[in-house]
């Protein structure tokens, strides 16, 4: 009649069919800083078997693991590191399964930088809210927060 038809976006336009960047970034930036624990634990004198499986508290603590005392001293930025900590292989490796599954997922619907930004938002919350509700554990023993699972669970949401 007098015009072009107008145009509705479909479901194709609104999704981001370029490949993932983000998820492979932040497995490998797991991964990296996983390899760094084994060698400052082997440094410390840990078994090669025994830092594959549970890295020490002091080495968790230095790759950014947080504690309430930690946040007491004013250490906020350990809300961001203790996301790349991981306490073993195992833990180390179902954060690397569920985040290689839900990233791409997460990058298609919202796009790299939204993804990435609910990923930091999702694992920031999470680590505050374990250290709100559990900062010490039995015995009064400060609980050390690490691992990508908050961030993952974000992301899944």
């Given at each position: 009649s007098g015009g072009p038809e107008p145009v509705t976006p479909t479901l194709v336009g609104l999704l981001d069919f370029r490949p993932p960047l983000i998820t492979p970034a932040l497995i490998g930036a797991n991964v990296l800083w996983y390899a760094v624990g084994i060698v400052l634990a082997l440094r410390q004198g840990q078994t090669p078997s025994a830092a594959l499986a549970a890295p020490l508290l002091t080495v968790v603590?230095?790759?950014g693991?947080?504690?309430a005392d930690d946040l007491l001293r004013g250490e906020w930025g350990l809300f961001v590191t203790c996301m790349f900590v991981h306490l073993g292989f195992w833990h180390l490796a179902m954060n690397t399964v569920a985040l290689g599954t839900t990233g791409p997922v997460a990058e298609l619907l919202w796009g790299r930088w939204r993804a990435l930004a609910v990923y930091l938002l999702a694992g920031v919350a999470a680590s505050a809210a374990a250290m709100a509700f559990r900062p010490?554990?039995?015995?009064d023993v400060p609980v050390v927060v690490a691992?990508?699972?908050g961030a993952i669970w974000g992301l899944m949401g």
């Open positions: 603590e230095q790759l693991g947080m504690s010490v554990g039995p015995g691992g990508a699972s």
